[in-house]
């Protein structure tokens, strides 16, 4: 600090008025970027939360929408549903070629029959199943003499919710 002060001393008025005048200049400008930057920041921070509030008033709507569908009573499902959704996570696995059998026992209960089928083919379509809130109560599966081909059997009921 001394070194400043011997510095400042060691110049004549005039710089020390030029070098005050500068230093007034380089503060204000400092400023005023300052000012301008936030000025900026806030015209987008008011953007970013008007987007923001729509965003949570759709979120709070979505919320109600689901409060009220897991308060409404389940349908009673007919087997004819249970059936209707396997055979039609049967076409959506491309498996309607091997199905050779398919029996609604009753609401909750599907029995169904492959004749020859990709394991693997097999195998994703009772992953599909799953999502579906199916399960497989039994299986039987018979290796065919194609590699990797199979013959399956399996009763189906919808998971315990």
Do not use: N
Not at 13 to 40: D, F, K
Not at 111 to 138: C, I, K, M, N
């Amino acid at each position: 600090m001394k070194a400043l002060a011997r510095l400042w001393a060691a110049r004549d008025p005039r710089e020390r008025r030029v070098i005050a005048a500068l230093a007034v200049v380089l503060g204000v400008a400092c400023y005023a970027l300052g000012v301008h930057s936030a000025e900026r920041a806030r015209a987008q921070l008011r953007a970013s939360v008007a987007t923001l509030r729509t965003g949570a008033a759709r979120l709070d709507q979505q919320a109600d929408e689901h409060q009220r569908l897991r308060a409404a009573p389940a349908s009673p499902a007919s087997p004819a549903d249970m059936g209707a959704l396997v055979q039609a996570r049967i076409d959506a696995a491309g498996l309607s070629g091997a199905l050779t059998r398919i029996d609604a026992a009753d609401a909750a209960h599907v029995s169904v029959t492959f004749g020859a089928v990709s394991f693997a083919d097999w195998l994703g379509w009772v992953a599909a199943l799953q999502t579906q809130q199916l399960r497989v109560e039994t299986a039987r599966v018979e290796a065919l003499a194609a590699p990797g081909m199979v013959s399956a059997t399996a009763a189906l009921s919808r998971a315990a919710p």
